[in-house]
C-alpha cells in the first residue's frame, strides 16, 4: 500500500519559496519508479509541474517553472521535495504528489499516476 502525504504548504507572497514534502512509503521505492508533482488551480485542470526518476534521479519539469522549481528525493528517508523559488500569482494552486511504480518519469507522464498524495495548498500573494 502506497501512502502519501504532502506537507509544506501554506502562503507566501510573490518572490518568495516553499519547500514541498511528500512521503512514499512503497516496497518499490527508490529501485524503478516516477515520483511526480502536479498541481490544480480554481477552475483549471490539473496539470503536472515535474517529476524524478528514483533509479536515475533524473528530473523532468514544466517549462513554465524550470529554473524555478526543483525536484529532489531522499532514499533512505523515502521522501521527495519539492523546492520551489520565485513563486508568482500564477503558481497558487493544490499541489499533489504522486507515484508511478515501476516506470520511468519520461515514459509515465501523460498517463495516469497509480497513487496520489491529498494534496497541499499553496497560496502566492501578490
Known amino acids: 500500500v502506497v501512502q502519501m502525504a504532502e506537507s509544506g504548504g501554506g502562503s507566501v507572497q510573490a518572490g518568495g519559496s516553499l519547500r514541498l514534502s511528500c512521503p512514499a512509503s512503497?516496497?518499490?521505492?527508490?529501485?524503478?519508479?516516477?515520483m511526480a508533482w502536479f498541481r490544480q488551480a480554481p477552475g483549471k485542470e490539473r496539470e503536472a509541474v515535474g517529476g524524478?526518476?528514483?533509479?536515475?534521479?533524473?528530473?523532468y519539469y514544466a517549462n513554465d517553472v524550470e529554473g524555478r522549481f526543483t525536484i529532489s528525493h531522499d532514499t533512505v528517508k523515502k521522501m521527495v521535495y519539492l523546492q520551489m523559488n520565485s513563486l508568482l500569482p500564477e503558481d497558487a494552486a493544490v499541489y499533489y504528489c504522486?507515484?508511478?511504480?515501476?516506470?520511468?518519469?519520461?515514459?509515465?507522464?501523460?498517463?495516469?499516476?497509480?497513487?496520489w498524495g491529498q494534496g497541499t495548498q499553496v497560496t502566492v500573494s501578490s
Open positions: 504522486a507515484a508511478y511504480i515501476g516506470k520511468r518519469c519520461n515514459d509515465a507522464f501523460g498517463t495516469e499516476p497509480d497513487y
Open positions: 512503497t516496497s518499490t521505492y527508490s529501485t524503478r519508479d516516477c
Open positions: 524524478i526518476t528514483t533509479y536515475t534521479s533524473n528530473t
